[in-house]
C-alpha cells in the first residue's frame, strides 16, 4: 500500500508544476497545489484560476517529452492555514529554508494525517529538522529526501503562470527514506524513472542530501568579492558565475575553497557515520561530463587519494572544461555553446516594493550556516564555511546599510536560524 494516492504539493514555484504534472500523469494521484500569500503566488494563484486549474509542463530537448503534459489539479490553497485534508502525502517543493514556515501553517489536523512527507530539494539536515517538527503531531510520517530536484524547471514566460518550460533532467538522483525501502520510496523512483532519472537509493534521507553539488559548489561560488559584488553592489557590467576571472569568480584560490570546504563536509558527514562523496567523480558523472582528454578516469578514481595541490588542479581544469559545451556542436566559427553564461543576478525589488536576495545566494546562506551549526554542534573545525559566511555576512550588512530607509526583507539580516538548527541537532543526537 502506498500514501501516494492524495498528494499535496506545498510550493507555487516552477518546480511543483512540474512534480503536480508528474505525480497525477505517471502516479494518478489526487493532487492538491498549496503556496503562501505573496505578490509572486498571486500571479500563479490567478493563472491556474484562468486556465481552469490547469498545469502545463513544457520541454525544451525533445529526450525530455517524458516530462511534459498538462494537468487538472484537484484542489488549490492560497495560503497554507487554508489547507484542508486529508493528504497522505505532502511534498515540501518550497525553498529549503521554509519547511518550518510550511508546516507550521498547515493546521495539526491536516498535519497529523499526513503519513509520508517528501523533500525535494532538502538541505544537510534538512529532514532532521522536518522529523522533529512532526514529532508531536505526525510521529509515524514517513520522511523521504531526495538530493535535488529533478532537473531544470523556469516559468515558460519568465513570470510565474500555470505554463513551466523543463530545460533539462538530471542524470542521476539519489534518495533516502527514515524506512529505509518502503512503497511510497519505490513508487517515487519509478516516477522519476519514467522521466529518465537513475535513482540510487541510500540508507537513510541525510545520506541523499549529502549528496547535493550545490551543497559543495555554490558557497565559494557565491561568497567571494567578485560575486557579492555583483550580487549586492551590480555597479559593472554583467558577471557569470561559472567562469573563470575577470569574467566571473573562478580562480586558483576560489577552486581551493571549494576543495577545502568539500574536505569539511566530509568531517562531519564521517563524524555522523556515513560515507563521504568523491567531489570530482560527483562533479564529472553526477553533473556534467567533460572530455576524456580534460580529465581521466583514473584521476577522477584516484581523486579522494591525490594530494590536496593536485585535486585543486583538477578540479581548476573542470570548471575550464566546462567554459563552453564540450559536447556540444561547433558553429562555422568553431565556436562551441557558452555553456558558462549563467549571470550572477543582482538584489531586486519584489512584487511589494522590498529589496530581496535572489535564491542563489538566499537559499545558499540557510545551508551553509545549517553545516557550520551541524560541525560546530560535532566539534568539527570549519574554517573556510568560517571564512565565507564571514564574507557573506559582511556584504549583507554593507547591502543593507547602502539602503537604509528603503523597504528590505528579511533576506538581508544576519541571521543563526537557531531555532532549525537546535532541532536539527537534536535529532541527529537521538539518532546517533
Ligand atoms: N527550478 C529549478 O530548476 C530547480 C533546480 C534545482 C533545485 N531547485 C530547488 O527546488 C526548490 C524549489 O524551486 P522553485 O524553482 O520551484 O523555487 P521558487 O519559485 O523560488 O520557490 C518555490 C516556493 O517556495 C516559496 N518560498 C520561498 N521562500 C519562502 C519562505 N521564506 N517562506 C515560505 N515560502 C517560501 C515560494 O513562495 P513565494 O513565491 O511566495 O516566494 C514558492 O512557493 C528550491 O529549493 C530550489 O533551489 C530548483
Not at 521554509?98 to 539536515?125: E, I, K, Q
Not at 516516477?191 to 547535493?212: C, F, I, Q, Y
Not at 512584487?351 to 530581496?356: A, C, K, S, V
Request: include cysteine.
Amino acid at each position: 500500500m502506498s500514501d501516494l494516492d492524495r498528494v499535496l504539493v506545498a510550493g507555487t514555484g516552477p518546480t511543483s508544476v512540474q512534480l503536480a504534472v508528474m505525480l497525477k500523469g505517471v502516479l494518478g494521484a489526487v493532487v492538491g497545489i498549496a503556496g503562501r500569500e505573496s505578490g509572486r503566488s498571486g500571479a500563479f494563484f490567478s493563472a491556474l484560476a484562468a486556465s481552469g486549474r490547469v498545469l502545463r509542463v513544457d520541454v525544451q530537448n525533445e529526450q525530455h517529452r517524458a516530462a511534459a503534459g498538462t494537468c487538472e489539479v484537484d484542489e488549490v490553497f492560497r495560503g497554507y492555514g487554508s489547507v484542508a485534508g486529508p493528504w497522505s502525502t505532502l511534498v515540501l517543493s518550497v525553498t529549503a529554508d521554509a519547511y518550518t514556515h510550511v508546516l507550521d501553517r498547515l493546521d495539526r489536523r491536516v498535519l497529523g494525517g499526513v503519513r509520508c512527507v517528501v523533500l525535494v530539494s532538502p538541505t544537510f539536515g534538512s529532514s532532521s529538522l522536518v522529523r522533529n517538527r512532526l514529532r508531536a503531531v505526525a510521529p509515524d510520517a514517513e520522511v523521504i529526501s531526495l538530493s535535488s530536484y529533478l532537473g531544470g524547471t523556469r516559468w515558460h514566460d519568465g513570470a510565474p503562470s500555470h505554463h513551466v518550460l523543463t530545460a533539462a533532467v538530471k542524470k542521476r538522483l539519489y534518495v533516502g527514506s527514515s524506512r529505509g525501502r518502503s512503497a511510497n520510496l519505490d513508487l517515487l523512483c519509478e516516477a522519476h524513472r519514467r522521466l529518465g532519472v537513475d535513482m540510487v537509493v541510500m540508507g537513510s534521507p541525510v545520506e541523499a542530501e549529502t549528496r547535493n553539488i550545490s551543497l559543495y559548489v555554490h558557497p565559494a561560488l557565491f561568497m567571494n568579492e567578485i560575486s557579492l559584488d555583483a550580487v549586492f553592489a551590480a555597479s559593472g557590467p554583467v558577471k557569470y558565475v561559472y567562469k573563470l576571472v575577470p569574467e566571473g569568480p573562478i580562480t586558483p584560490a576560489l577552486v581551493n575553497d571549494i576543495v577545502s570546504q568539500w574536505r569539511e563536509v566530509g568531517e562531519v558527514v564521517a563524524k555522523l557515520g556515513l560515507e563521504g562523496v568523491n567531489l570530482l567523480r560527483f562533479m564529472v558523472e553526477d553533473s556534467y561530463p567533460v572530455r576524456e582528454e580534460s580529465i581521466s578516469r583514473d584521476d577522477v578514481e584516484r581523486f579522494e587519494e591525490l594530494p590536496p595541490i593536485h585535486q585543486d588542479y583538477l578540479v581548476y581544469v573542470r570548471y575550464a572544461s566546462l567554459l563552453v559545451d564540450p559536447f556540444s556542436e561547433p558553429d562555422a566559427d568553431g565556436r562551441y555553446f557558452d555553456f558558462s553564461a549563467v549571470p550572477l543576478r543582482p538584489v531586486f525589488r519584489d512584487g511589494e516594493g522590498r529589496w530581496d536576495v535572489p535564491r542563489m545566494p538566499k537559499e545558499d546562506y540557510y545551508r551553509t550556516k545549517v553545516i557550520q551549526g551541524v560541525a560546530r554542534h560535532l566539534g568539527v573545525g570549519c574554517p573556510t564555511i568560517d571564512k565565507l559566511l564571514a564574507r557573506y555576512e559582511r556584504a549583507l550588512t554593507g547591502a543593507a546599510r547602502a539602503r537604509a530607509g528603503q523597504p528590505l526583507s528579511e533576506a538581508f539580516e544576519v541571521k543563526d536560524f537557531r531555532e532549525d538548527l537546535d532541532m536539527i541537532c537534536e535529532e541527529i543526537a537521538v539518532a546517533r
